[in-house]
């Protein structure tokens, strides 16, 4: 079974998680949760969710504090990780491979057996040290995608744009039933 990691952190964009973790259900992913305290706050304030209500979204969900988890582990075969969104202090741990919770352990494990890591860092404008983080995570093997949405196909809801961008991202994490040209008819 392909299997999926997605973390939530406390940069803006919890519709994002949420949309990844429903889509890849319909698509036959399994998914492993882990959100952040800050993510949770987030999902609450963007989404009206609280911990459980989002977690029931994935098949596996688990606490940040949890460092033991399957998911920690090279041995654990995944097809990808995605950070949805990823606040700037998420993106500088990976990038310096602090490991200090389960998700940048997790997003470490991904780098170093080679997978997929998507982040989908959120912040504007951007600093020296958010610009040098992504470099670094980038040069370590990692994809950065700042989930800006495409006005091409002329979207008419916020909705429209967040499938078209979890859409993107699961085919560039590799799920081979993405289809990120459905959601506007490309």
Known sequence: MTRLV???????????????LRRARELGVETHLIATPA??????????????TLEAEADHAYSPGDVGACIASGSFAT????????SMKSLAAIAHGLGDNLLTRAADVTLKER?????????????????????AVTEMGGICFPPLPAFYHHPKTIEEMVNETAE???????????????????
């Open 115 to 135: 997978r997929r890591l998507i982040l989908m860092v959120r912040e504007t404008p951007l600093n020296l040290a958010h610009l040098r983080n992504m470099v």
């Open 79 to 86: 097809a990808a990780m995605v950070v949805a969104p990823c």
């Open 39 to 52: 993510g949770i706050l987030n999902a609450h304030h963007e989404l009206g969710l609280d911990r459980s």
């Open 6 to 20: 997605v973390g939530l952190t406390g940069a803006t964009g919890a519709a994002y998680a949420l949309r990844l």
């Open 168 to 186: 993107r991202v699961l085919e560039v994490a590799g799920i081979a039933a993405a289809q990120p040209q459905a959601w506007h008819g490309l």
